[in-house]
């Protein structure tokens, strides 16, 4: 089983950045596939982006160009650094691991984007 556990959320400006992380709980190198999802108030979760085990990524067509996901094995963590940030990105956004059949999720952090 896989804890995920998300920081760096906080309030930007629009076109500020912020910079993601998810800390596993344990080594991230064999899971098949971590990534973000995002819920606004009132509306579903989405998919936002997505790291594969062999660093393969993707990205949902709203953020490209301004996000970026990337990880590091030796710290367990896997990152989400968010440039040119809009309003329409103000949501929770969750960390994701899939592995061995099962589909894990952090707590939830607050990404709010205001002027």
């Known amino acids: 089983q896989v804890q995920l556990v998300e920081s760096g959320g906080g309030m930007v400006q629009p076109g500020g950045s912020l910079r993601l992380s998810c800390a596993a709980s344990r080594s991230i190198s064999r899971i098949d596939v971590m990534g973000w999802y995002r819920q606004a108030p009132g509306k579903q979760r989405e998919y936002v982006a997505s790291?594969?085990?062999?660093?393969?990524?993707h990205y949902v067509d709203s953020v490209k160009a301004r996000f970026t996901i990337s990880r590091d094995n030796a710290k367990k963590t896997v990152y989400l650094q968010m440039n040119s940030l809009k309003p329409e990105d103000t949501a929770v956004y969750y960390c994701?691991?899939?592995?061995?059949?099962?589909?894990?999720w952090g707590q939830g952090t607050q990404v709010t984007v205001s002027s």
């Open positions: 790291i594969t085990w062999n660093d393969m990524t």
């Open positions: 994701n691991a899939q592995f061995a059949g099962y589909s894990y």
